[in-house]
Each structure stands twice: as structure tokens, then as C-alpha cells.
């Protein structure tokens, strides 16, 4: 329609002739012969759709309940990111010797005090079944724990990615009593604040494209703090995501390029570089 309108507009007078009963290939060869030298140029621009309000009425339609007791507490949280064929799973990193760097202690002294892990407060269930989330295999330690000391392992976690958040926390309820209790010694004191206690945390994290080794300062907190209450480990900011450089392709995306992800997938973060503790640059 776009096209026929833009041919009137310039005022030419073109006619093919084809029989009532012939294909598509006869019409746009004739069609193009009769163009011969035109070459007129003409923006389609962006075409309105049969029903315009159809799209955002699905999303209108398919948006969660903001009770956040309506969901199961198994579906509270996100999607998982997909992973490519050939990486492995993460698995949680040897135990150090020696006491933890210096720079990472510097970090978790200076820590800022923040209320709970969002700049705002925000309706957290609005983000049921949005953000990502990322398979890891990761361990807590005390700050300045020796090697016997107690220690919270999880072999296969799953990590909420939420970039809005100022750090990386974990709900106090995943721990275990022991290690809890443990976190209660004074040596713990300069790492504490009003919300809670920060703690070593270090293992493996499996993206799309590949398995990255993270060390960072993880800050133990209430689980009313969390979204939803959720019982949990949410990936934020500060010593985590803003030292990594990647790309991130929703499933959106993916399904328009021809691929067919599920819903319970939320597409690829595929990691370039990752900013270690001394700014070493690891490239993937």
C-alpha cells in the first residue's frame, strides 16, 4: 500500500498486464520491467500493525501478580541464563592457605552502610520470573578465618543477576546454624554494620559462553531484606558485576533472530573480560 501510494505521488503512470489467473513470480517480473530506469527513493517507515495495542496487551495480561503470595516459593525470583553447549558446570575452588588479600579486606572495611541491597525501595515481586539468574558452585568464609575454620559450601546455587543492586548479598536463613553462630565472634565486628555481616565469598560462576572464577566480599543479611524474602544469593554490583564486561541477549531477542527458547530461559550473558581483585584483565 506504501508502495502504490508513493508511485501516485510521483505522478507516473505504469501498467502491467497479466492474465486473472497467475502466480506471484509472474506479477513481480512484469512488475519490475515496467519500473525500467525509475529509481525513486521512498521511506516504508514504520507500519502499523493490524491491531497496534496487542503486544503490550499481552504483556499487559501476562504480567505477575504483585502478591507476592500468590507465586509458589519455588518460582519466586528469575530465569535461567542459557548455557552453551561444552561448558562445564561450576565447581567450588580449592581452599586457600593463606589469608585473604588485602585489597579484599580493604573492601569489605569500607563497605558502604547501605539499609539493604537496593539504591530505592522497590515492589521486589514486580522482578518475579524477570531477572536472570546463574548457576555456581561457590563458598563462604569468615573475612579473617583461618583454614580450620567453619565454612558454608554450595555446590549448585542458584544466583540472582540484578544489576540494581549495590552488592552482593545472601539471606542469612541459607546458612547453617554453625556457621551463623560462628559469624557472631567479635573478630567479625569491623565487618558488621546495622544490617549485617560481610563475609568472604568464592567459587565459580557459570555464564553462557563460559565458567568464570569470582572473589568477592558477600554481605549476610535478614531475609526481609531480600526480594520476596527470598532465600538466597543475589549477584550485585559492587566487586562482582561492575569488574565484568559482557554482553547480554535476551530471549527476545534470540526467538526474533529463529531460535525457539523456552519461557523458562531468559537468554545469553556471554562474558568478554573479567576485572580480577589487582585489575588484571581475563579475557574470554
Known sequence: MVVAKDIIKTGQSIYILVPSKTTWRLVT????????????EFDLGSQPRADPHRPLRQQALSWPNLSSSSQPKELLGGLQVRIWEGVRAPRIPPKKENAPPKKL??????LENTPSPYAFTIRANLIDLTLPTITAAVRLTGI???IQDPEEKF???????DT???GTVIAEDLLSPEFRDYLTHPIYNPYRNDTGVKVQIDGEICFSNTILRINCI???VPSSVMPNGRIGILLGQKGAIDRIIYKSVPRANL????EALPPTIWGDIIVEKYIALYDEINRF
Do not use: M, P, Y
Not at 555446590?155 to 543477576?161: G, H
Open 155 to 161: 555446590d549448585a546455587v542458584e544466583l540472582i543477576w
Open 144 to 146: 579473617d578465618g583461618e
Open 105 to 110: 579486606k580493604e573492601s569489605a572495611q569500607t
Open 164 to 166: 540494581g543492586a549495590h
Open 218 to 220: 558477600c554481605l549476610v
Open 29 to 40: 517480473d512484469k512488475a519490475s520491467n515496467a519500473f525500467g530506469t525509475i529509481h525513486h
Open 255 to 258: 526467538n526474533a533472530r529463529g
